[in-house]
């Protein structure tokens, strides 16, 4: 029954899929083994989760089967954050994980990735192949003199070579990075040169959109100015011959040699992913072998509820976490689907055309390309077989509710939709996907399991049913071991845990609800503030890109010295469309109508696009600073937006606010 307080769900899962939820089966196994609630489902399996950390992980690693070379001595021997201490003593290895299924006779024919471009056919690559150029380019990768701890780069667009490349990497215990070929190669030496690579893999472009972009003058600046490159390979994408002085990927991969994966410490360095650095140096985050494999054993194979029975597809890029947590899927046994091409080539319907061949179960996108759909008038569930897809994902902003009711009413009323959010920083969600759990629209389900999250009110009070900062107060094994580079750890206090010494502090607005699910609102530090009522710029987003004419929109609120708020409105327009009085009068009335007074903005001003970051996430903080008259240079890192030159006109319009 539903209480007062509770709005009915859009969609709940039914008993039989109750029944057959993996985390339905580890919960009985828990309670059994390790006394875990049997009843009372995930509330009393999360709360369980939180109150007995190193309990809980302990389980997890059992039911995964985690194989440990050299047994652990205790699971959590410091829970200090930062620097908790997970399953001390331990050895193992990520990439032999990932490769277990190619051990199964019955399953080493079976696909473990689906690579799928623009032309939008499935090529598989078998789980005996996979695992054989592993084995192969590991040896290749240690004859080269590559050592545990040292840092192998990629440059490269999503496709299998790279998932073979981070698995040979792992397999060694070198450390993995990569970025994606449409990043420039300022962009790139801000994120490599941090790290220092020894070997770079790389392509010679990439195709993009029905074009084909010739990377190779990027790749050869690259090499310039990476010193501490030993070796550089070549995979010809566009078919170009090998440059002179580096080694080419065929070569490296032909040999069938069994892949040896060096067992390293549980805390042993698996790879490197970078903060957005918008407003510096992309921050070079760091993350261990072992805290990654528990971590993603657990969102992938409980949250997600994957198994060797699914196929995972989620667009992204090797520049965004996401795409490492999509490599993960492979942990679970499950086929994994790579897109190299864009998200809306030849038309806006792509990615459910490849969710429909690829037979994806679990298909994850952007709450942006949803709404993209929705605007353009797409019809899945009509234009495509998706009756495979159990689940859509989305994650990079929060969902807005008219995204749940067009998933609902355009894929299939008994879909479960999976809003996550989590962040580059833990590689993994902090809340999402659930899926024994109803889905109430604009809400993610609940915090994931092991992770204790809560609201927080400026002095540390936790709230219920009212924004507060997102904090979570208990460790979790994928936390950065360390940022490179930051030898006293001051930086990587800085950033999480100077508010509040002893929580981590993500930096998003959100709200958990009385019935435990939760609401992102946005950053928190670009969050508008007005009269002392904290807003989310989500909420105006979704309101006014309702609006057809409305392609894109950006709102910063801003303190000013007199005691005064000024918040505009910058709005990317749609085709032939034109600001006028009338356009104008249209968004104050829907966001007052749908929101309040308080959000209309002061101002709205027509710009020709809206910035992002490299993943495509809106820059809120570097534009405020903008306007707040901060120069160019010092206000935003030019190598980490999609177009710096739609900067300058925040440039002036600060200057111009400065001087009037």
């Known amino acids: ?3 007062a307080s509770t709005p009915q769900p859009l969609w709940s899962p039914g008993p039989d899929r109750i029944a057959a939820a993996r985390i339905t089966a580890f919960q009985a196994w828990a309670a059994e083994r390790f006394g875990a609630p049997a009843a009372g489902g995930y509330p009393a399996l999360h709360r369980w989760s939180v109150d007995e950390l190193d309990i809980f992980w302990q389980a997890v690693a059992e039911w995964f089967d985690v194989r440990f070379t050299t047994p652990y001595e205790s699971v959590l021997a410091d829970r200090a954050m930062p620097g908790a201490r997970w399953f001390t003593g331990a050895t193992l290895n990520y990439a032999e994980h990932a490769l277990r299924a190619a051990e199964d006779p019955a399953r080493a024919d079976e696909a473990a990735l689906l690579h799928v471009d623009e ?32 840092r192998v780069s990629g440059y490269l667009p999503n496709i299998p070579e790279a998932v073979t490349a981070l698995l040979a990497t792992a397999a060694v215990g070198a450390v993995w ?72 990927w065929s070569e490296l991969t032909a040999a069938a040699t069994e892949p040896v994966f060096e067992a390293v410490p ?14 510096g140096l992309p921050k070079a985050i760091v993350q261990s072998q072992g805290g990654i494999l528990l971590e993603h054993l657990k969102q992938l ?28 899927g492979l942990l679970t046994g499950t086929t994994v689907v790579l897109y190299d091409g864009s998200p809306g080539y030849p038309d806006t319907g792509a990615q459910w055309r490849i969710a429909e061949r690829t037979k994806a179960t679990l298909y994850g996108t952007s ?165 002392g009522v904290r807003m989310g710029s989500a909420d105006i987003y979704e309101a006014v890109e309702r609006l057809p004419e409305i392609k894109e929109s950006l709102v910063i609120g801003l303190e ?61 903080v570097p534009v405020k600073r903008l306007l707040q008259g901060t120069p160019l240079a010092k206000a935003v890192n030019a190598g980490s937006v999609d177009n710096i030159d739609l900067l300058p006109f925040y440039e002036e319009l600060g200057r111009t606010r400065a001087q009037g």
């Open 119 to 150: 032309t939008h056919e499935a090529v598989p690559v078998t789980w005996a192949e996979l695992r054989r150029q592993v084995g192969a380019l590991s040896a290749e990768l240690r004859a080269l003199g590559v050592r545990p701890g040292d």
């Open 367 to 531: 709450a942006a390309y949803v709404m993209a759909c929705r605007k353009a008038e797409v019809h899945p569930g009509r234009d495509f077989d998706l009756s495979s897809v159990k689940c859509v994902a989305t994650t990079g902003s929060p969902l807005p509710p008219d995204g749940f009711r067009w998933l609902h009413d355009e894929v299939a009323e008994d879909l479960w939709i999976a809003s996550v959010s989590g962040g580059t920083d833990v590689c993994s969600c902090f809340a999402g996907a659930v899926p024994t759990l109803p889905v109430h629209i604009g809400e993610l389900q609940a915090a994931c399991l092991g992770t204790d999250l809560q609201a927080w009110d400026p002095s540390g009070k936790p709230l219920v049913g009212e924004v507060g900062e997102l904090v979570v107060t208990n460790p979790m094994p994928s936390m950065p071991i360390h940022f490179w580079n930051d030898p006293d750890g001051s930086r990587y206090r800085d950033s999480y845990f100077e508010m509040f010494p002893g929580a981590w502090r993500h930096g998003d607005w959100i709200t958990i609800t009385d019935h435990g699910s939760v609401v992102i609102h946005g950053r928190s530090d670009s969050t508008l503030n007005r009269q």
């Open 301 to 328: 194979g409980l949250h997600c509820d994957l198994g060797p029975e699914d196929r995972f597809f989620w667009y992204t890029s090797t520049g965004w976490m996401m795409w490492n947590f999509l490599v993960s």
């Open 560 to 620: 000013e010295p007199n005691g005064g708020y000024w918040m505009p409105l910058f709005v990317h327009l749609a085709p032939g469309a034109t600001l006028d009085d009338d356009l104008r009068a249209r968004v104050k009335t829907t966001i007052r109508e749908q929101l309040s007074p308080r959000h209309v903005p002061d101002e709205i001003i027509e710009v020709p696009a809206i910035p992002h970051t490299l993943t495509g996430k809106r820059i809120e």
């Open 177 to 248: 990075t990569s970025c994606a070929p449409d990043f420039g190669a300022r962009s790139v030496l801000d994120r490599f040169q941090q790290v220092e690579p020894v070997v770079l893999f790389t392509v010679d472009g990439y195709r993009y959109g029905g074009k084909e972009h010739d990377r190779r003058d990027t790749v050869a600046e690259l090499r310039a100015e990476l010193p501490s490159l030993r070796a550089v390979v070549h995979i010809p994408l566009l078919g170009t011959d090998a440059p002179e002085g580096t080694l080419a």
């Open 266 to 279: 549980f805390d042993h360095p698996l790879w490197v992913l970078y903060s957005s650095g918008t407003t």
């Open 1 to 3: 029954m539903t209480s």
